[in-house]
């Protein structure tokens, strides 16, 4: 979601510099050139607080700018507004895999964005298989649904011999690796992952493998599977990586495995095949879209596919020098200058 953000307020003013943006967020996350900042004053970083802040603080400074417009980035928008709006909306996991959420969040989630939904004057899903579920799941009518995808960023690309290997010496060690980027939470089927790695491992994989990502909600089983599967000294935890960093994980990866049970869109996808790694990843929800052919697809959930479909790349040298050129190529097509001209003709059709 803040990559989303981020890059888009960037695009935004390069794409129509004639339009006057304004952000609100909390202070851990500067606006870009050419794009205002109204900070809050609250420690927006933490959930009940942010919410406080998007349905009170943020309807009076709204209206106290006159805005033309109010764009809502990530799924919801103030209860009352002063102005025509706009919503992305990420995914709706929340009502397609309930039970992988806090019984409070699941709840919140639904009434915040059903209400969201119904009150924008246009709707934008970052792929079709949002603008899908947010019609068959909310009955929101197509006509209202722009499909806007997201970009990935210039600094996701292969990277030079004598960068990767600093960057070895300095953090990922020797030994080869399979990556994951995400958070750590249920619906990554990251357990299904751990599982299907420690296969691996007993027949004779010599790699590691590295999770990187926060830690969501419900992630004490992911640290317990790997211990009780004696993993310790396999698996590697590097929580958050930094902008900086992360295309440096990519690059010295040898594949990404991302066997999510359910994606808007899948972010990590598309910056590793930027990088030109090649990707494992799930036939569920919005993946295989973005994949199109340029990846290897297994059934979510099957931990016994997801080790066959890694030991053909880890064993078929053909098979991951194909995929990976496959990868650049469709990652080319996504940029955030399309984004945001996206996400402009949003705009004008909202007003």
Not at 171 to 180: A, F, K, L, N, T
Not at 200 to 228: A, N
Not at 276 to 291: D, K, M
């Amino acid at each position: 979601m803040s990559v989303y953000g981020r890059n888009l307020l960037a695009a935004l003013p390069l794409v129509d510099p004639q339009v006057d943006y304004i952000a609100f967020h909390g202070r851990d996350a500067p606006s870009p050139d050419g794009v205002s900042s109204v900070l809050s004053p609250l420690p927006t970083w933490r959930a009940p607080v942010r919410i406080l802040w998007e349905q009170s603080g943020l309807i009076w400074q709204t209206g106290a700018r006159r805005l033309d417009l109010l764009h809502g980035l990530v799924n919801v928008l103030p209860i009352a507004r002063l102005a025509p709006s706009v919503v992305t909306v990420h995914d709706l996991s929340f009502m397609r895999h309930p039970e992988r959420f806090s019984t409070s969040k699941a709840l919140y989630l639904r009434a915040a964005v059903s209400s969201s939904v119904r009150r924008a004057a246009r709707v934008m899903a970052v792929s079709r298989n949002t603008r899908d579920d947010l019609v068959s799941l909310l009955g929101v009518d197509a006509t209202r649904i722009d499909v806007v995808y997201p970009g990935v960023d210039p600094s996701f690309r292969p990277r030079a011999d004598h960068e990767l290997e600093s960057f070895r010496q300095r953090r990922s060690g020797e030994r080869p690796y399979i990556v994951h980027v995400g958070t750590l939470e249920p619906r990554k089927n990251i357990d299904v992952l751990i599982r299907a790695f420690a296969r691996g491992r007993r027949s004779g994989w010599p790699h590691r493998l590295i999770l990187i990502g926060g830690r969501g909600w419900m992630y004490e089983p992911i640290l317990r599977l790997v211990t009780d599967l004696g993993l310790e000294k396999d698996v590697y935890l590097a929580d958050y990586v930094g902008h900086d960093e992360l295309p440096l994980w990519y690059n010295c990866a040898d594949l990404l495995a991302y066997p999510s049970a359910y994606e808007g869109f899948g972010l990590p996808v598309l910056e590793a095949m930027a990088c030109g790694v090649p990707v494992v990843t799930s036939t569920s929800s919005s993946l295989t879209e973005l994949a199109a052919g340029a990846c290897l697809t297994v059934e979510p959930g099957s931990e016994e596919s997801l080790q066959t479909a890694i030991d053909r790349f880890l064993t078929d040298g053909d098979l991951a020098r194909r995929l990976r050129s496959a990868g650049r190529l469709r990652a080319n097509d996504f940029t955030w200058e399309a984004t945001a001209r996206g996400t402009v003709a949003c705009y004008e059709r909202a007003l």
